[in-house]
Each structure stands twice: as structure tokens, then as C-alpha cells.
């Protein structure tokens, strides 16, 4: 199992990012991809999760702005970012497990999570 994260960089509050997850050794249906970040002094945050193809959540605060996708085919993971403020700032990182299903609400919880990738990181000035 491997990811390989990309798309950070630094940026202008109300401009957008695009990220991408590759992942290798296992089958996107059968796993929940989620989106992760964590700012300086501050805990890991759940931003978004796929969740096989159950169902996709979102952060509340990202709602709106943020969107994730997947595509099988190419076995990567996006996360497309509009509109992006200074408290968007941190290290994005992809995480797995096997789908939660009607766990569903566990998303956000990073113990949850065997796999996770280096990270790429998204600063947000205003």
C-alpha cells in the first residue's frame, strides 16, 4: 500500500488548489480514502473522506468549498479546493482503512486509519 500526494503550494486567501492522491496496492471500492490536514500547533483534522462507494463527507467548514473525487481507473483521489482562507493552512495528507459503511460517522477520527501518506503542504496568506 502506497500513496503518493501532490498539489500543495502557497497561495492567496480566495484562490484554489488542487490535490491529488495516487494510491497503489489495493482497490479503491473496498477502502475509504480520506483527507487529512494539520496546521502548526494544532490537532489532525479530517477534511474529507470517500468512503468506497458508499457515500463522500465533507468537514463543515469545508463544505461548499472543497470537493473530492475519486477516479478508479487511475486509482488516485482528488481534492479540489475553491476559495481558500488562511485557516485552510497545513499538511494534507491522504489516510485509509477498509470503508466504514455504517460506521460512517468514524470518519473523522485519524485512529481509524492503518495508512497514511508524507504529506503535502498548502499555505494560505491572506
Known amino acids: 500500500v502506497q500513496f503518493v500526494e501532490s498539489g500543495g503550494g502557497s497561495v492567496q486567501a480566495g484562490a484554489s488548489l488542487n490535490l491529488s492522491c495516487a494510491v497503489s496496492?489495493?482497490?479503491?471500492?473496498?477502502?475509504?480514502i480520506a483527507w487529512f490536514r494539520q496546521a502548526p500547533g494544532k490537532e489532525r483534522e479530517g477534511v474529507s473522506c470517500?468512503?468506497?462507494?458508499?457515500?463522500?463527507y465533507y468537514l463543515d467548514s469545508v463544505k461548499g468549498r472543497f470537493t473530492t473525487s475519486r477516479d478508479t481507473t487511475r486509482s488516485t483521489v482528488y481534492l479540489q479546493m475553491k476559495n481558500l482562507k488562511p485557516d485552510d493552512t497545513g499538511i494534507y495528507s491522504c489516510?485509509?482503512?477498509?470503508?466504514?459503511?455504517?460506521?460512517?460517522?468514524?470518519?473523522?477520527?485519524?485512529?481509524?486509519?492503518?495508512?497514511w501518506g508524507q504529506g503535502t503542504q498548502v499555505t494560505v496568506s491572506s
Open positions: 489516510a485509509t482503512r477498509e470503508v466504514f459503511g455504517r460506521d460512517w460517522q468514524r470518519w473523522k477520527n485519524a485512529a481509524y486509519y492503518y495508512v
Open positions: 496496492g489495493f482497490g479503491l471500492d473496498y477502502y475509504a
Open positions: 470517500v468512503d468506497g462507494r458508499n457515500g463522500i
